[in-house]
């Protein structure tokens, strides 16, 4: 029996109607549209204005758009993955309501958090499912309401996170397409860089928490540029070193979309082409959990089946890592 690789067979998305330019952030903050430029290569984001709207709207949006554009019948997926940092609540896992939602009666679901690296790791998890032969259908979904733990008085923060979500299906492969090899890392030295500080077992809400603002999202964000710049690009290096993999070999970078010039700086050190580098942040900002999926959404019209694909991700705690996959369709 050949080897069970597990490659990614349809990609869905969604992104808000609203889009909030870095015009309309210049009448809430103290910016400008060519420093965020500049500095993030953002030009505008899209927010879910919709009342008692959470993330599972936006996952529910993209997992539906899969569905359609697969013609599947949501009965026959065996697990939904939700990658989010960005929960409907604190304690029910949205995921679980998702595949409810989408009809996906049959299968399991729960909920995967490592912050911008949620989709990476969870594409890791999801491979592990399909290459153990118990399961067949495994969809994983990244999104995030990042507008739900952004201060919009925040200049730090407010222009760089957006909201948005991706879903891909995995299934089984036995050509050798699919996802090849991975390195995934974390440390916990990242816990004090990008947090939100209240809301959880240590600091539980309160009227002071809500007071001081420690609901909202904090970033050291020359610290986190640092670590991220670093993280990315060695991780992608390695992988291609260890799968002999040069940068004419390269078809497509994914590279988590945080910062233009993080994306660079991990496509400069590969010495992959700017042609073969794939950037939405323009459009959408970070849209943490979803960034991965939104590129894939994005530019799946250029991919050819066999194409070699390097994902690269990087978030808080830290988590990092690349994981490198042969596109199959």
């Not at 420690?214 to 290096?237: I, R, Y």
């Not at 050190?269 to 991965?292: C, F, P, Q």
Request: proline share 2%.
């Amino acid at each position: 029996m050949n080897k069970i690789t597990a490659a990614i067979t349809a990609i869905g998305s969604y992104v808000p109607e609203y889009v909030l330019s870095n015009q309309v952030l210049e009448t809430l903050v103290d910016t400008n549209d060519e420093w965020i430029t500049s500095r993030t290569g953002i030009k505008e984001r899209r927010l879910l204005k919709l009342d008692g709207e959470g993330t599972s709207y936006l996952a529910i949006k993209a997992a539906q758009n899969l569905i359609e554009k697969a013609k599947l019948d949501p009965k026959e997926i065996d697990l939904v993955i939700m990658a989010t940092t960005t929960p409907d609540l604190p304690v029910a896992a949205t995921g679980v309501y998702v595949a409810s939602q989408i009809g996906a009666t049959n299968a399991f679901a729960y909920d995967l958090q490592a912050a911008c690296s949620s989709f990476l790791f969870g594409m890791s998890t999801a491979s592990a499912y399909i290459q153990s032969g118990k399961y067949k259908k495994v969809l994983l979904i990244g999104a995030d309401k990042m507008s739900s733990i952004i201060d919009y008085t925040d200049r730090a923060t407010c222009i760089i996170f957006g909201d948005g979500a991706g879903a891909a299906l995995f299934e089984p492969n036995f050509e050798g397409l699919g996802l090849q090899d991975e390195i995934l890392k974390s440390d916990g030295i990242g816990r004090e860089f990008l947090k939100i500080e209240a809301g959880g077992s240590i600091l539980p809400p309160s009227e002071e928490t809500i007071k001081n603002k420690q609901h909202f999202v904090f970033q050291d964000g020359k610290t986190v540029f640092k670590h991220a710049v670093s993280g990315m690009a060695d991780v992608s290096e390695k992988i291609m070193e260890r799968n002999n993999l040069s940068h004419d070999d390269v078809n497509w970078l994914i590279a988590h979309q945080a910062n233009k010039r993080i994306i660079d700086a991990t496509a400069s050190r590969m010495n992959v082409d700017e042609s073969k580098v794939l950037v939405n942040i323009h459009r959408y900002g970070n849209t943490t959990s979803a960034t991965l999926p939104l590129l894939l959404a994005d530019f799946e019209d250029k991919f050819k089946k066999g194409d070699n694909l390097i994902f690269a991700a990087f978030g808080g705690g830290f988590t990092w890592g690349s994981i490198y996959l042969k596109w199959a369709y």
